[in-house]
C-alpha cells in the first residue's frame, strides 16, 4: 500500500473541527439571541428605529392569507400574538443554531448567513410606518456585528486546545463562561427595552389623567339589569379581562402630550386636535357592547363597557364635510385603517372618538389615548385604537381588513351566548340556572328563548334594559334531570328580528347560527 496523503487545514477548518455540533448550535443561538437584545435595546431608545421582531410579526401578519388569519383567530382567539412572538422567537433561535453549525465548518459562511437574516429584519423594518431608513438600517449592522462579534469568541472558546493532560476542564469552563455572559447580555438587553419602552411611565401618566364629567351621562344601572348569576358574564366587563383583537404586535406606546389627531380628506376645513383640546370638548357616556367579526357563534370574543368620548358629529361639523365623502376612514398610529359609512357617525349619537372605558382613561392595550367606538358595527371596519387620523374619503378606498376577503359592510347581527352551564360541564341534577348574554347593538333585544333537547322553545327572563346598544343578560331555571342534554338558545332583537338559526362561518360578515351546548347532569 502507498504512504497515506496528508491533508493540509487552516487553521480555521482545523479549530473547527474541535468545536462539537452542539457547543456550535448553542453558541449561534446565543449569538443570535444577544444581536436582537442590542437591536431592541437601541430601537426601544430612539423612536425613530422600530423593533425589528415586531416588524418581522407585523410582515407576516400582513403577508398570510385571510382564511389563515381567520383559522388562527378562530384556534387561539386573544392568545393569537402571543403565539406568534413565541414563534418567531423559536424561528430566530433555529436560524441562530444552524448559523453557528455551519460557522463551525467555515465560519465566513456563518458570518454572512447571519448578515444576511438581519437583513430581512432591517427590511421589515423598513416598512414600518414610524421607521427612519438610516437609524433603523445602522441599528440592524450593529446588532449584526455583535451577533458576529458574539459568534466568533464563543467558537473560539469552543474551539481552545485542551491541557496536554488530556482534561477538558479548563477549555469547558472558559466556553461556559462565555456562554453564561453572552445569555446575560441578551437578557440585560431584552429588560433594558422593555423599561425603555415607556410603558412604566406611561401607567404613571394615565394615573394622573382625570376624565372630564361628561354633558350627556349615561342613566343609572337600574336594578335587575346585572342578574349576578354565578358563572355569567358580568353586565361591564372589567377593562383587565375585555377581549382584545387588533393587529398590533406590540401595543403603541403614545404620551398623550406627543399625540394628535388629524381630521382630513374631503373635508372644507381640516385641523389638528391635541389631547388636551379633545379632553376639553364636550363629552358623553354610553353603554355599547363591541364584538369582533371573527367571534363564533357562542365565541368570547366580545364585550360590553361604559365609554367615554367626543361624538364624532362634533368633530365632522367642524371640518364640514364635503359632498361625495361616503366613509370615514381611521388611521392608527401603526398603519391600520378602518372605513364606515359617514352617515353612521353622523346619525348615530353615540359614535365617539372615546377616551375613557368603564370609568377611567382608556388602557394602552385598548386604544390610549384615543379610538374609535361606534355602535352597532363590528370592530374590523369601525374600531380603530391608537388612533392617529380620521380621514373623510369616498367609499372606493378599503380599510386594512377589506382585501383579505372581509365584507365592505359590517354591521354586527343579532346573537345571544349561553354562559352557565359551561360547554361540556357537569352538574348536579335538580333546579339549576341556564343563563347567558344577548346583543343586537342599535336595536337592542327584546326577547330570549331557550330549547332543552327536542322540548319547546321556552321564554327566559331578560335583565333590566340598559340601552339598546349594549347586551342584556337572560335567565331560566331548569329542573336537570340525569343524564346528558342538549341547550340551545336564540334571541329576537328591537326590531322583532329573530336570530337565524343559518349556520355560517365567520368571513366575510360574521357568523350565524344558534348557541348549542352539551351538558351531563350527574344523578
Not at 477549555?171 to 410603558?199: N, P, T
Request: aromatic fraction near 6%; glycine fraction near 10%; charge should be negative.
Amino acid at each position: 500500500m502507498g504512504e497515506p496523503r496528508l491533508v493540509e487545514r487552516s487553521r480555521d477548518d482545523h479549530a473547527a473541527q474541535r468545536v462539537t455540533a452542539d457547543r456550535a448550535a448553542l453558541s449561534g443561538l446565543l449569538a443570535a439571541a444577544t444581536g436582537i437584545a442590542v437591536v431592541e435595546l437601541v430601537a426601544s431608545a430612539v423612536g425613530a428605529v422600530p423593533s425589528l421582531v415586531i416588524s418581522v410579526g407585523d410582515t407576516v401578519i400582513d403577508s398570510v392569507p385571510g382564511w389563515l388569519e381567520r383559522a388562527a383567530i378562530a384556534a387561539l382567539g386573544t392568545n393569537d400574538k402571543p403565539v406568534l412572538l413565541a414563534c418567531i422567537a423559536l424561528v430566530a433561535a433555529l436560524l441562530g443554531a444552524a448559523t453557528g453549525r455551519l460557522a463551525r465548518r467555515r465560519f465566513l459562511l456563518g458570518a454572512v448567513a447571519f448578515v444576511l437574516i438581519t437583513a430581512l429584519g432591517v427590511a421589515a423594518g423598513l416598512a414600518a410606518p414610524d421607521a427612519s431608513p438610516v437609524p433603523t438600517v445602522l441599528t440592524g449592522a450593529l446588532g449584526a456585528a455583535v451577533g458576529v462579534a458574539v459568534l466568533y469568541r464563543l467558537l473560539a472558546a469552543a474551539a481552545e486546545e485542551p491541557p496536554a493532560d488530556g482534561s477538558s476542564t479548563t477549555d469547558r469552563r472558559s466556553f461556559l463562561l462565555l456562554a453564561a455572559g453572552a445569555a446575560s447580555v441578551a437578557v440585560a438587553g431584552g429588560v433594558g427595552a422593555w423599561f425603555l419602552g415607556g410603558r412604566e411611565r406611561l401607567t404613571e401618566l394615565r394615573a394622573a389623567i382625570r376624565l372630564p364629567v361628561p354633558v350627556r351621562p349615561a342613566g343609572p344601572v337600574p336594578p335587575g339589569a346585572d342578574l349576578e348569576v354565578p358563572g355569567l358574564t358580568p353586565l361591564f366587563v372589567p377593562n383587565d379581562e375585555f377581549y382584545r383583537i387588533d393587529t398590533a404586535l406590540r401595543v403603541p406606546i403614545i404620551d398623550p402630550a406627543d399625540w394628535q389627531l388629524e381630521i382630513r380628506g374631503m373635508v372644507d376645513e381640516p385641523f389638528t386636535i391635541t389631547y388636551d383640546e379633545l379632553m376639553a370638548m364636550p363629552q358623553i357616556e354610553a353603554d355599547i357592547t363591541l364584538t369582533c367579526v371573527s367571534n363564533e357563534v357562542g365565541g368570547d370574543l366580545v364585550g360590553n363597557a361604559r365609554w367615554q368620548g367626543v361624538p364624532l358629529r362634533a368633530l365632522l361639523e367642524r371640518a364640514g364635510v364635503q359632498a361625495g365623502a361616503t366613509q370615514l376612514l381611521g388611521r392608527s398610529v401603526d398603519g391600520f385603517t378602518a372605513g364606515f359609512p359617514t352617515l353612521t357617525a353622523l346619525d348615530v349619537e353615540e359614535a365617539m372618538v372615546a377616551v375613557g372605558m368603564n370609568g377611567e382613561p382608556l388602557p394602552t392595550e385598548h386604544g390610549f389615548p384615543a379610538r374609535l367606538v361606534v355602535p352597532g358595527l363590528y370592530g374590523y371596519v369601525s374600531a380603530t385604537k391608537w388612533l392617529s387620523a380620521i380621514e373623510l374619503t369616498d367609499w372606493d378606498v378599503d380599510g386594512y381588513w377589506i382585501p383579505r376577503g372581509w365584507a365592505k359592510e359590517g354591521p354586527i347581527k343579532t346573537a345571544s351566548r349561553i354562559d352557565v352551564p359551561r360547554l361540556g360541564g357537569t352538574v348536579p341534577a335538580g333546579r339549576q340556572p341556564i343563563a347567558g348574554v344577548a346583543w343586537a347593538p342599535t336595536r337592542g333585544i327584546e326577547g330570549v328563548e331557550v330549547r332543552i333537547d327536542d322540548g319547546p322553545w321556552q321564554q327566559a327572563e331578560l335583565a333590566e334594559r340598559l340601552d339598546v346598544d349594549c347586551w342584556r343578560q337572560w335567565y331560566l331555571p331548569w329542573d336537570a334531570t340525569p343524564g346528558v342534554h342538549v341547550i340551545a338558545a336564540r334571541a329576537t332583537d328591537g326590531l322583532g328580528e329573530l336570530q337565524t338559526d343559518e349556520q355560517l362561518p365567520v368571513a366575510p360578515d360574521g357568523a350565524t347560527g344558534y348557541p348549542v351546548i352539551e351538558v351531563v347532569v350527574e344523578g
